[in-house]
């Protein structure tokens, strides 16, 4: 028994060890990122000035140039989207980024899966343990599941699921990425789009909508507008009605082009059925820039340059 | 108690100190702690459901006692076996019989509406049930005689490893292991359980739960896909479905081996088997075992008229369908099943007789069967199962692979290429047990990999749900 015991202890111990080791050696090649999701990462948390901060999923990174936004709007824009995130992420984002720079627009792609339904909320976490340490950052892993704080004990954690990701973003690359807008290039003659949706019962979670209301707290100096982008076929847009009286209260906006017949079943504007491609992505940046200006939203917050 | 779980990291060091704490002449104290420790946990999920947990114990156990006391002792098994499964019945096959019975009445143009069940099964039902009556059935055609001692078999129903998905303990094994005193602490056997505790976490956290997040996204929209990919998804699921059971009983004998227990083996690498029978020799040994030993040979087994023969088999894979889930795709599985075994037997292709090419393409073959079938396992509707199956072998979308992690392969590659060398260099396992450095460097490699890899915030097995 002893003996049992002494080598479970020793083996504990050398995991210990190699957990300091590993999570040193990946915490600094995420702040030392030369590309991809992490050099993103730090660039909002810790560098970006820009104006205006795009926020959301997959779609958010495919539909919304900031290049078009930002020159048509005159201020500088950044696209702050994540792959398979939502409101958890981008609000830890959010909040890191408001601890050095408030922006002066946001734009809030909105996914009622990711946003407001309920689902499996610790995937959420998982861009954000490498800044575990960062001030308010705890909170929102405590918020999701109190067992994060005993997991984020490890350091080796941390990196769960991410270290590739790390490793791969640290190693510099001949052909430098992009970070942030991510762009799709898929010939439209290729495109195979199914609509297999299946109807599920709506629950909101509780967890992702005091997120949104965190969030929405977090900026009220800031013009918060909801949009929902373009998407292939019809979409139901009953569990948003949500969120339009959350705007109501809090005085955010809300822009829907979900069922614009523009972009509804237009092939030549869709990789896939949730997801642009470069053209589209382009022309609804253009609609949205037009859309804003028309509802004057900048000027009534006295945030209008050019006009 | 879930094995990946916040809940067990806490707990299990604990009931191991108590449980060691407790000197080895107190056999009965040591016993009577487990079934406490056994019960808690088993309320934790609906202390309601405990009394049924309870009332298979006592039906069984007074029913096993009266049977060689009474003169008509078939009259009393029935009896016992019917009032043994009324629970598993009701919790988990009365939606599927009410549904399925009121819609053959509705084909005959007959509208009545029976609403169905809308309760959470007892956890585990399956399990302790199947335990019960194999118990019940061993006394009544005297293999083991009727246990006495309401303490130990109380525990044997309950143990807590093997509770919730197994395996399907023989009262034969465990009864006496309760009974007899066992040593204090057997070092070599801890250490066994240890690694099985460590691999069967391996299996679950960073290769079922990881392959799970791709495995889902495809299932739930497969047209979204191309066939390549959903076939991928297949194949991914066969890995996972093997990884989540196999390492949850890994896990379940592991602690069993902890606490001085040695429970049943329940899976030999089951993915190089050369023929569908095969694949039952090495799949969830202990329902197989259960199934030929309760249904198959009662039936004639093999020592019969051929037809007869095929019969039983088909009956014998009918009823793993049915025990495998409510839902007319598991009948179908179960079926699928049946029918292979049974043209391998007229076929007399249940073993490998061609070389080792025969034998690469028979494993290969057997694999395809299988995979196929899971299919219909996984699926919700036997009209989303052939939806997907005709989905893979349309050629007319394009012919690619889209996997988003690569780092699913890592984990499969050391998940298969440790059960190939398992498989076919067993002798590669004494320089494992030799060298202490090789040990510990892969037991290190091992949890280091589970931490990178782990899916720690994941729901159940997936043989809980049965």
Not at chain 1, 280 to 292: I, K, N, Q
Not at chain 2, 420 to 445: C, Q
Request: proline residues 3%; hydrophobic residues 45%.
């Amino acid at each position: 028994m002893k003996k049992f015991l002494i080598r479970i202890c020793v083996f504990f111990i050398i995991i210990f060890l190699i957990d300091i080791f590993i999570g040193r050696v990946l915490s600094y090649m995420v702040a030392n990122a030369k590309d991809g999701d992490f050099k993103a990462c730090n660039y909002i948390c810790d560098e970006s000035l820009d104006d205006i901060l795009v926020f959301g999923s997959s779609r958010a990174v495919r539909h919304y140039n900031p290049s078009i936004i930002g020159d048509s709007l005159g201020m500088a824009c950044f696209n702050c989207g994540q792959d398979g995130m939502g409101v958890i992420l981008n609000y830890g984002r959010y909040q890191l980024h408001c601890q050095n720079h408030r922006p002066k627009l946001i734009i809030y792609d909105i996914l009622p899966a990711f946003d407001l339904l309920k689902n499996d909320n610790h995937k959420y976490l998982k861009w954000l343990m490498p800044y575990y340490d960062k001030k308010g950052i705890p909170d929102i892993f405590d918020s999701v599941d109190f067992a994060e704080f005993f997991k984020m004990r490890s350091m080796m954690y941390r990196y769960n699921s991410i270290y590739i990701n790390v490793i791969a973003n640290y190693v510099p690359t001949n052909c430098s990425r992009n970070i942030g807008y991510k762009p799709i290039d898929v010939s439209v003659d290729t495109i195979i789009i199914n609509d297999h949706r299946k109807e599920s019962v709506l629950t909101y979670d509780s967890v992702k909508i005091a997120f949104l209301n965190k969030m929405l707290d977090l900026s009220k100096e800031t013009v918060f507008v909801f949009v929902v982008s373009p998407i292939f076929y019809e979409f139901d847009t009953t569990p948003l009605e949500l969120v339009k009286k959350m705007c109501k209260e809090k005085g955010a906006h809300y822009i829907d082009f979900s069922n614009h017949p523009k972009y509804n079943h237009n092939v030549s504007y869709f990789s896939d059925g949730v997801h642009m491609n470069k053209r589209g992505a382009d022309e609804f940046s253009r609609d949205l820039v037009r859309e804003l200006k028309q509802r004057k939203i900048l000027q009534i917050h006295n945030y209008d340059r050019k006009d | 108690m879930i094995f990946n779980s916040f809940n067990f990291v806490v707990f299990f060091p604990l009931i191991f100190l108590l449980y060691y704490i407790i000197p080895v002449r107190f056999g009965k104290a040591r016993n009577a702690f487990l079934l406490f420790v056994s019960y808690l946990l088993y309320l934790q999920w609906k202390p309601i459901y405990a009394l049924f947990l309870l009332g298979v114990t006592l039906v069984t156990y007074f029913s096993a006692l009266l049977l060689p006391k009474v003169s008509k002792p078939y009259l009393l098994l029935v009896a016992s076996v019917l009032l043994t499964i009324f629970p598993l019945f009701f919790f988990k096959y009365f939606n599927f019989v009410n549904e399925s019975l009121l819609g053959v009445l509705e084909l005959i143009g007959i509208r009545w509406n029976i609403n169905g069940l809308n309760w959470a099964i007892p956890v585990g039902i399956s399990f302790f049930t199947f335990q019960a009556l194999g118990y019940l059935w061993d006394v009544y055609y005297k293999r083991i005689e009727a246990e006495n001692d309401f303490l130990s078999y109380a525990l044997f129903i309950s143990f807590f490893p093997s509770i919730l998905s197994g395996p399907i303990n023989k009262a034969s094994l465990v009864i006496p292991q309760i009974k007899n005193l066992r040593t204090y602490f057997d070092y070599e056997k801890a250490v066994k359980g240890a690694r099985f505790l460590l691999w069967g976490m391996f299996m679950k956290v960073a290769v079922a739960d990881r392959l799970a997040i791709f495995v889902d996204t495809v299932y739930e929209d497969y047209m979204a896909n191309t066939g390549l990919t959903c076939f991928a998804a297949s194949v991914f699921y066969s890995l996972q479905i093997y990884a989540d059971f196999a390492g949850y009983s890994l896990m379940a004998i592991g602690v069993g081996k902890i606490l001085g227990f040695e429970l049943t083996e329940n899976f030999r690498r089951p993915y190089f088997a050369v023929s569908v029978t095969e694949f039952w020799h090495r799949w969830h040994i202990s329902l197989s075992t259960w199934l030929k030993d309760y249904i198959y040979i009662p039936l004639g087994g093999s020592r019969c008229s051929k037809g007869r023969n095929y019969w039983n088999i088909f009956v014998t894979f009918f009823v793993s369908g049915i025990w495998h889930g409510a839902n007319w795709t598991f009948i179908i599985w179960g079926c699928v099943h049946g029918i292979c075994q049974i043209f391998e037997k007229i076929l007399g292709q249940q073993k490998n007789n061609y070389g080792l090419m025969g034998t690469i393409i028979k494993i290969l073959l057997t694999f395809l069967i299988v995979n196929f079938a899971w299919i219909f396992f996984r699926m919700p509707t036997i009209s989303d199962a052939l939806g997907m199956i005709i989905h893979i072998f349309d050629i007319s979308q394009p012919m690619t692979v889209d996997i988003p992690q690569k780092s699913h392969l890592l984990v499969l590659f050391i998940l298969i290429a440790k059960d190939f060398l398992d498989e076919y260099y067993s002798k590669l396992k004494n320089l494992f047990d030799k060298s202490i450095l090789i040990r510990w460097s892969i037991y290190i490699i091992v949890f280091v990999i589970i931490m990178l890899q782990g899916v720690f915030g994941a729901d159940q097995f997936i043989y809980v749900g049965f």
